[in-house]
């Protein structure tokens, strides 16, 4: 009864993979809350023999996240950044990885800090023009590691193009999805060898479970991300693959309304004389606006922009008056987030790096949600004004 491989995008986020119960004709899948399963005689089971191994209810999750992905296999972690060390570990010392310059903060710490004293070297480079990734490409390089969009710049990476690159020099290409949602994106169409979510994020969608997952169409890959896993043991628990299991099949819904909002709050800002810069990739003028076109639904749910005052100082006062974009870290679920990057998501980037990319210390990072549009544009709207009235 799972949907077939050709079924639109809709229909794969609520059957892909899924099947009831056979047990009990449930339409939900149930929450296998086990740690163990009993067995017939020793090495003789139903397919579970211990749940690091294997649950029920991840399985569920995983055959959705391959559908709607348009994978083959996916693999669910505990949170984004497992699902990320998990992949890492598929390099040897002396190998090397490029990333994108403009990238999450927590990937820049585990890149450098974590995987860079055993012996596996990142650099980060600017990935917008293929050409100059393609000259950064030395004998050590073995991987790409790959934003589109990326964070918190809203930079565009031609994804075409970077795999195409990756698979003639015979190196991993990894895209981190996570801003697009499979929804506005599926990268394996576009070559990608993995791609990876935190399912906190979009997939999950309402800010009350952590977990990542890794989606391949590469059988080898699978085997040898399957074997990771189990061997370093960073997996979910089955209440936490309930709830992603559950968000998903209102993913294209929550993420088209988000997309909606977006566009609105843009116009507005546009218009703000408090306003320096937006970054937002749905914009004409926007540097990859058609390469986001192109390889994107629609343009997002993530609006980053700084201020003409460009001190911390200014973009706090914002931040302090805002009434429905709750100030948080995280991003991707119905409630709308507004943060700050230097300070918050990327503090662990040398403040160097940051400026290089445009990073700066005014900027202020938007995670639209599903409210009245509305509403959103008249809290941004007083929180400006409050803060020009009430300098720090």
């Known amino acids: 009864m799972s949907a077939q491989k050709d079924a639109n995008f809709a229909t794969q986020c609520i059957h892909g993979g899924q099947d009831p119960d056979p047990l009990t004709g449930s339409v939900m899948t149930p929450i296998y ?28 999750l995983q055959r959705n996240l391959a559908a709607i992905e348009k ?16 992949v890492l570990k598929l390099l040897q010392p002396g190998d090397e ?23 596996i070297k ?28 990326t964070n918190p710049m809203l930079n565009i990476v031609d994804i075409a193009a970077l795999t195409k690159i990756a698979a003639e020099r015979q190196l991993l290409s990894v895209v981190d999805n996570t801003f697009a949602s499979p929804y506005l994106q599926q990268p394996l169409t576009m070559g990608a ?10 997939l ?21 991300l399957y074997y990771l896993q189990n061997a370093a043991g960073a997996v979910p628990g089955p209440q936490d693959c309930f709830l992603v299991l559950r968000g998903i099949k209102t993913l294209h819904l929550r993420v088209q309304r988000a997309c909606e909002n977006a566009r609105k709050i843009v116009e507005v800002l546009q218009k703000n004389d ?34 003409k005052e460009d001190t911390l100082a200014a973009a706090t006062q914002v931040m302090k008056h805002t009434k429905l974009f709750t100030l948080a870290e995280s991003l991707g679920g119905v409630e709308s987030l507004v943060g700050h990057p230097a300070s918050m998501t990327h503090a662990s980037i040398p403040r160097e790096q940051r400026l290089s990319v445009g990073l700066t210390d005014s900027l202020i990072r938007l995670s639209v949600g599903v409210e009245d549009a509305d509403d959103l ?15 720090a």
């Not at 067995?39 to 003789?44: R, W």
């Not at 990885?97 to 012996?119: I, M």
């Not at 544009?377 to 300098?391: R, S």
């Open 274 to 307: 408090l306003v320096a810069n937006i970054y937002y990739p749905g914009l004409p003028d926007h540097p990859r606006h058609e390469v986001a076109k192109r390889q994107m639904r629609d343009f997002g749910a993530m609006i980053s922009f700084d201020l």
């Open 33 to 60: 809350q086990t740690s163990t399963y009993a067995q017939e005689e020793p090495g003789k089971h139903k397919g579970y023999e211990y749940a690091r191994t294997g649950n029920p209810t991840r399985d569920a």
């Open 204 to 224: 999950g969608g309402h800010s009350d479970v952590v977990m990542g997952a890794v989606i391949t169409r590469n059988e080898d890959l699978a085997k040898r």
């Open 71 to 86: 994978g083959e296999q996916a693999i669910c972690f505990s949170s984004g950044l497992a699902a990320m060390d998990n």
């Open 193 to 202: 060898d993995l791609v990876l979510h935190s399912a906190t994020k979009y």
């Open 122 to 149: 990142s650099r980060f480079i600017d990935m917008r023009d293929p050409a100059n990734v393609e000259k950064e490409i030395s004998a050590a390089t073995k991987m790409l590691w790959i934003e589109t969009p």
């Open 377 to 391: 544009v008249k809290d941004l709207e007083q929180a400006l004004a409050a803060a020009v009235q009430q300098p």
């Open 97 to 119: 990885v490029l990333a994108s310059d403009d990238l999450y903060g927590g990937s820049y710490r585990l890149l450098t800090a974590v995987f860079g004293p055993f012996g």
